[in-house]
């Protein structure tokens, strides 16, 4: 199966840095999503993102398909963004997750 | 949009006990629902695809008579973990694909924290 590699593993920032995370994939992909997953669990769709570029506010990502990769920006972080971040991918429907980043936010 | 519940949010329950988790699309319709797994500190497991009106399909290494799965309609599947143990303790997670994109986005629920004693 595809397999997925997130880094960095952790990440610790002091709020109102900046910060890229990036997810390697194994083979094509039809499908590329990230989330934050919160303190509570709940994870928290962030991009559908394929290929392309996207951007939502103080967040955006980059998927270049052709070389298996997607970056996720988090500009001027604030404390809230703290959590793990997943990226997930799949060739038809079954999404592989990577491990995750843990991003911690200090004031 | 694209809403996903599960409930209960949270269940601890005896060993040897049966627990059944509820994952609704509040507005939207799916024929298709995922049940994940996630142990602490670790990334989320893929367990079965819950297909409406058919057998769902399950990752290897999941045991399909532990862990019951229906797909009742459009808006409901259900995860019964059969004879619990405490080995089963985990945060169960379900997501659905609405009917209708073009493309496969996952929307997920907020988990089910089970723990059995």
């Known amino acids: 199966g595809i397999q997925v590699e997130q880094s960095p593993p952790d990440l610790i920032l002091q709020e109102g840095a900046n910060s890229t995370l990036r997810c390697n994939f194994s083979d094509s992909v039809n499908n590329l999503q990230w989330f934050h997953q919160n303190p509570w669990g709940q994870l928290i769709n962030l991009f559908y993102i394929p290929s392309g570029t996207k951007q939502n506010g103080r967040l955006s990502a980059t998927t270049v398909a052709t070389e298996r990769y997607s970056l996720l920006y988090i500009s001027s972080s604030q404390t809230t963004d703290s959590g793990v971040y997943f990226c997930a991918v799949s060739g038809y429907s079954t999404l592989t997750f990577g491990k995750g980043t843990m991003l911690l936010v200090s004031p | ?117």
């Open chain 2, 1 to 117: 949009g694209a809403v996903v519940s599960q409930h209960p949010s949270r269940v601890i329950c005896k060993s040897g006990t049966s627990v059944k988790i509820e994952c609704r699309s509040l507005d939207f319709q799916a024929t298709t629902m995922f049940w994940y797994r996630q142990f602490p500190k670790q990334s989320l497991m893929l367990m079965a695809t819950s297909n409406e009106g058919s057998k769902a399909t399950y990752e290897q290494g999941v045991e399909k008579d532990k862990f019951l799965i229906n797909h009742a309609s459009l808006t409901l599947s259900t995860l019964t973990v059969t004879s619990a143990h405490p080995e089963d303790s985990s945060f169960y997670i379900c997501s659905a694909i609405p009917i209708g994109i073009s493309y496969n986005e996952q929307f997920f629920g907020p988990g089910t924290r089970l723990t059995v004693l």
